[in-house]
C-alpha cells in the first residue's frame, strides 16, 4: 500500500459536482484519507493500495484542470485514514483572509527553490527562515534556526506578522511546509506585505526528505503529518537528532501520545518512565478528571 500526499490551485467552478465524480472515483479505488475541494482547488491526502493509488494518479493527470497535479508518495502497510472525507471549503488552506486580501498563489508566491537551493540559502548569512505550520507540529521536528510562529493555526499567521514585521521585512525570507501548499499562500502574503526576497521550499519538508542530495540535512526531529503515524523521519544524515522532550522530565521522546482523558485528547511528549509514573495524561488536572469519572 502507499500514501499520497498532493495539492494544486486551480479555478475549480462547480467544487459541489466535482466533489460527487472524486467521491465516486475514490471509493470505486477504495481510497481513504482527507480531501479538500474549493473554488481555487485541491488539497489531500488519500492511503489505498498500489494499484488504486496508481489508478487514482492516472485519473487525475489524464484531466486537463488537474494535470499538473504532483504526488508525494510513501509506502504504507495499511491504510492511515479510518475513512474517506470529502469537504467542500471556502478554501483548501485557511489563511483566514477577506476576500480582497486573498492570496491567489498563481498570481503572486515566492520564488520556489528545489531542496539543493534551498539547503544552500539556509546557510546564508542574514537570511530569515520561518516555519509556515502550526507550533505544535515544529514542536516535534523544524529546520535549524528557524523561526517558529506562536501559532495554533495558520489563519493566525497574519497577525504574527504584523508583530515581527519590523524584524524581518528587509531580509531574505525562506519559508517551508509539510507539503508546500501553505507556503504557497505565506510566501505570496509575504511579498504582498512588502517582503521582497520571499522564497519556498518546493514540495516543502517531504520532498526536502526524500531529496537524494540533502537526504533531509539539519532538519531537527521527526515531521508531523495528519494521517495515522502523526511523525516521520526526515533526516537521513549524522546531523538527524530529537528536539521534542517529554512533558514531565524533559527527556528526549521523538512522537507524541494522546492525553487519557477523552475530553482532552491533546497530544503532548511522555517519555516511558513518565507515562507509567503519571499515566497517560497530559496534566494532573486531567488524570483527577478521568479518576473522579471512573470512580
Not at 71 to 91: A, G, T, Y
Not at 147 to 175: G, N
Request: hydrophobic share 30%; proline share 4%; glycine share 8%.
Amino acid at each position: 500500500m502507499q500514501v499520497l500526499l498532493y495539492y494544486l490551485y486551480f479555478p475549480l467552478e462547480d467544487p459541489e459536482t466535482y466533489m460527487v465524480e472524486h467521491r465516486q472515483l475514490c471509493e470505486s479505488l477504495g481510497l481513504k484519507g482527507r480531501i479538500l475541494l474549493g473554488n481555487e482547488g485541491i488539497n489531500g491526502t488519500v492511503s489505498g493500495t498500489l494499484e488504486g493509488t496508481e489508478e487514482y494518479m492516472k485519473a487525475l493527470w489524464s484531466d486537463p484542470r488537474t494535470k499538473d497535479i504532483e504526488f508525494k508518495i510513501d509506502p504504507c502497510d495499511e491504510h492511515l485514514f479510518p475513512k474517506l472525507s470529502i469537504k467542500v471549503r471556502d478554501e483548501i488552506v485557511t489563511l483566514g483572509l477577506t476576500e480582497e486580501q486573498d492570496i491567489d498563489p498563481n498570481e503572486i508566491t515566492g520564488k520556489r527553490l528545489s531542496p539543493r537551493e534551498f539547503y544552500e540559502a539556509m546557510n546564508e548569512e542574514d537570511v530569515v527562515i520561518i516555519d509556515g505550520r502550526n507550533k505544535y507540529e515544529a514542536d516535534m521536528g523544524k529546520f535549524t534556526n528557524a523561526i517558529v510562529p506562536e501559532i495554533d493555526s495558520f489563519r493566525e499567521f497574519p497577525e504574527w506578522f504584523k508583530e515581527h514585521a519590523d524584524e524581518i521585512r528587509d531580509r531574505k525570507i525562506l519559508t517551508y511546509c509539510t507539503g508546500g501548499i501553505r507556503c504557497e499562500k505565506l510566501s505570496g502574503f509575504l511579498k504582498k506585505e512588502g517582503c521582497e526576497e520571499v522564497y519556498q521550499l518546493h514540495g516543502g519538508i517531504v520532498s526536502y526528505a526524500k531529496d537524494p542530495e540533502v537526504k533531509g540535512r539539519d532538519f531537527e526531529g521527526l515531521c508531523y503529518v495528519f494521517d495515522k503515524r502523526v511523525g516521520v523521519e526526515t533526516n537521513f544524515t549524522e546531523t538527524r537528532k530529537i528536539i521534542s522532550t517529554c512533558r514531565y522530565c524533559n527527556a528526549t521522546v521523538p512522537e507524541y501520545s494522546n492525553c487519557g482523558w477523552p475530553n482532552c485528547n491533546r497530544q503532548f511528549f511522555i517519555c516511558p518512565n513518565c507515562l507509567e509514573k503519571e499515566g497517560s495524561f497530559c496534566s494532573s488536572e486531567c488524570r483527577d478528571h478521568a479518576a473522579e469519572n471512573t470512580g
